[in-house]
């Protein structure tokens, strides 16, 4: 069997279209649809379900549920012999550059995992200013950085793989109010703790903000803080409510101290990457890497949301 097809199939399941499979895979449309087309041919099944003018998500058939889990305890499989053959005791180590939020919240997660079943890779994580992650990328300071951060042109020299749905939530101390959705004209009467307005995160909510007309300025700002730690200690005080990414909760053992508040009409979406340069895909450790982060065997149990690109958004 084909392992290409496998990740092929599994792409089109984790971002929901043929289309951002293709991108995600570097392939044409219409390769993708050969790809999964000979899977179906070679197991005899329809693993997926297809409509003309489909405009949801791509979902797989009882079938192509059954193949997805082969596929990915597979394809984990394979890159552990894989990596056992060609990663040696010598091999330099994968210096990943990571912004401060993903460091903190997905990557120890990440991390753990990782060598725990690939102890012959060596991984080491600097965590530096999400902005000027891409720059030392191409100054040879990194072999792959690990950001939220939105790259704003695109460009032929760096890739770019989605891995992991980190949105941004409401929160407030769970003594301060109960988890009922409001509407943003409620919104703009709590009191609420912000970051750095130079933060992406901030970048994001004020630009989320004035799509439903709004202003940073028309919201009651009672406190500005550096980082998302900062909102999550501020928030547990009760000091006021705060945007904080969803995983920095389930990292927290006071975790029922918070309630999470869905706002009407705000939609923080919010995208973990690994982005690399194009000259260095073939690197083994590099590639090893970007294949397991992509995957679910991390993540299992170490989240109570979906952390999968294109999954429901959750909390609304």
Known sequence: MNFHWMEVY???LDTGSFAAAARREYMTQPAVSMAISALEKEMNQTLLYRHAGQRGRIQPTPEGMVFAEFARKTLAEYGR???SFAIGPDEKPLIVGSSPTPA???LPVLMSSYRATRPQCQVQVKAFRGKELRNGLRNGEY?????GIESMTQSDDLREEVFFQDPMVLICASTFRDASPITLKQLRKLPLIIRHLDCFTMELLVRELAKNKVRL???????????NLDVLNQVSMGYGVGFVVRSSLDGRRDFDKFNIIPVRGLKLAREIRIVYQ???????TL???VQFARGTEWREGKYSFNTLPGAAYPGN
């Open 10 to 12: 599994l792409s089109v």
């Open 81 to 83: 012999l894989k990596d």
């Open 104 to 106: 903190s919240s997905v």
């Open 143 to 147: 072999d792959c950085v690990v950001t």
């Open 217 to 227: 300025e028309d919201m009651n700002v009672v406190l500005e803080v550096y980082g």
């Open 278 to 284: 194009a000259e260095k895909e073939n690197l083994q």
């Open 287 to 289: 590639r090893s890497f």
